[in-house]
């Protein structure tokens, strides 16, 4: 491979030659620290440019979310069947943004359009896998009036907890509570999106899956629509910190799978959804996972 000389070499006949280097760049996985010495450096600098959007996308999504919140406060004033649909719309609408402005930066490689097959559903549960803490924002992104069974934490949140609120969202704080207001909330006609591992998968490809998602569907007597999340990042995934920078670009890839009827007993329901997932997933996070 051909050493660049820097003293001999005009601005113009360099161009060619970064040209090429960058296209070998991004053929390559990871940040290569072999190769000409003109190509490690660009490879050094080519992932601090990408460290950089990196921070600079979370401190914009930190600045939507936070005057979201703000924007949204009003709407306490407004009956809850008025302000449920525009807050869930104006958070879709923050996802969606977000996920747009990191794909077009090259950060990310999104493959979501199956999704859009869900729009105007009613009356049915979104039981995504979930491998990491970006999986709801893939979802929210394209499935605008989606309500979430939340963590308890998030209700006090500074960027996601009057959101949250307003939009309807069901807190897991006290699981009677939590139990009664998911069913209410799938009897009334809405679309209520439900991670069945319970956390982050731990153990791939699923963790397992409790009978709580199906309880739920059997009292509402609603549908299962499963959704199949693969990435090849462990980004977001249990015990990576938010601030701490992985390889790019991260690909995400999330698809309706089958449907299934909440039928039979409680545990059975529970055992179909994880043989399910386990014969159609074969790692959640998979980093040779490419998009066609």
């Known amino acids: 491979m051909t050493v660049i000389n820097y003293t001999e070499t005009s601005p113009d006949s360099c161009l060619p030659e970064c040209l090429a280097a960058l296209a070998r760049l991004e053929q390559k996985d990871g940040y290569p620290e072999s190769g000409s010495k003109f190509e490690i450096m660009l490879s050094r600098y080519f992932r601090l440019a990408q460290i950089i959007l990196f921070y600079l996308m979370l401190c914009w999504l930190g600045a939507m979310l936070l005057l979201g919140n703000i924007a949204v406060l009003p709407l306490l004033l407004a009956p809850r069947p008025l302000r449920q649909p525009v807050v869930q719309w104006a ?51 394209r499935v605008p009036r989606a309500v979430c069974l939340m963590k308890a934490s998030i209700s006090s949140n500074l960027f996601l907890g009057a959101g949250a609120y307003l939009a309807g969202y069901v807190s897991n704080r006290h699981p009677e509570q939590m139990f009664r207001a998911a069913i209410r909330c799938v009897q009334q006609g809405n679309v209520l999106m439900i991670f069945p591992e319970g956390t982050r998968t731990t153990r791939q490809p699923v963790n397992d899956i409790g009978g709580s998602v199906a309880l739920i569907a059997k009292k509402a007597a609603a549908p299962l629509q499963t959704i199949i999340i693969t990435t090849n990042s462990p980004y977001l995934s249990k015990g990576w910190k938010i601030w701490r920078p992985p390889l790019f670009p991260l690909i995400y890839r999330a698809e309706p799978g089958k449907q299934f009827e909440a039928n039979g007993p409680r545990d059975e329901i529970a055992r179909n959804l994880q043989q399910y997932f386990e014969a159609s997933i074969k790692l959640s996070i998979d980093p040779e996972l490419r998009l066609d």
């Open 91 to 141: 958070i879709s609408a923050i996802c969606r943004c977000f996920l747009a402005g990191a794909q077009a930066c090259g950060l990310m490689r999104l493959d979501l359009r199956a999704l859009d097959r869900l729009k105007g559903r009613e009356h049915m549960l979104l039981v995504p896998n979930h491998p990491s803490m970006i999986d709801a924002f893939l979802v929210l992104s």
